[in-house]
């Protein structure tokens, strides 16, 4: 568990990373150096995984979100998988419960884009029982994790 001045800490930093030291102190009550030991605890304890500049996919062409449902072949799975994180289309990869044991996202310029992946890559390269694609029309809640 972290504390609530861990938290606000972390608040400040999700709402914009690159806060100066010396203004969440301010914000927070305590000196630099407080704030600076605090905030390397909070990444060595992996409460804090990185700091990144978020995208919009849409401004560098790529319109085209697409949610794959995969039944993979059991025995095959794991070669499957190793596969499938090769693939630069997909931004995000999980494994699941059910009948299609990995749902991935993609992103792709157009639907003629997708359909040339899916055809000429994908059911291609990768031993697939089963799948469905899913386009995204309009999404309606895309956030992280906010404490």
Same mark, same amino acid.
């Given at each position: 568990?972290? +504390?609530?001045?861990? #938290? ?11 806060? /100066?030291?010396?203004?969440? $102190? ?5 000196? #630099? *150096? ?9 990444? &060595? ?11 919009? /996919? ?7 979100? $697409? ?5 993979? @072949? /059991? &025995?095959? !799975? &794991? ?9 630069? @289309? ?13 749902? $991935? ?6 639907? @003629? ?5 899916? *055809? ?6 990768? /031993?697939?029982? *089963?799948? +469905?694609? @899913?386009?995204? !029309? &309009? +999404?309606?809640?895309? +956030?992280?994790?906010?404490?």
């Amino acid at each position: 568990m972290v +504390s609530k001045k861990d #938290e606000l800490i972390i608040s400040i930093l999700q709402d914009r990373a690159r806060t /100066p030291i010396s203004e969440i $102190a301010k914000k927070i009550g305590l000196s #630099e *150096n407080g704030v600076r030991y605090r905030i390397e605890k909070l990444e &060595k304890q992996g409460y804090i995984k990185n700091y990144t500049v978020l995208l919009d /996919p849409k401004k560098f062409g790529k319109s085209t979100f $697409a949610i794959f449902n995969l039944e993979m @072949e /059991p &025995k095959r !799975t &794991k070669d499957s998988i190793e596969k499938l994180m090769q693939i630069d @289309e997909f931004i995000k990869i999980y494994q699941t419960t059910g009948q299609y044991s990995i749902k $991935a996202l993609g992103l792709f310029k157009d639907e @003629e884009e997708l359909t040339t992946f899916i *055809n000429n890559h994908l059911l291609y390269e990768i /031993p697939i029982r *089963n799948y +469905s694609v @899913e386009i995204i !029309t &309009k +999404s309606i809640k895309d +956030s992280i994790y906010h404490i």
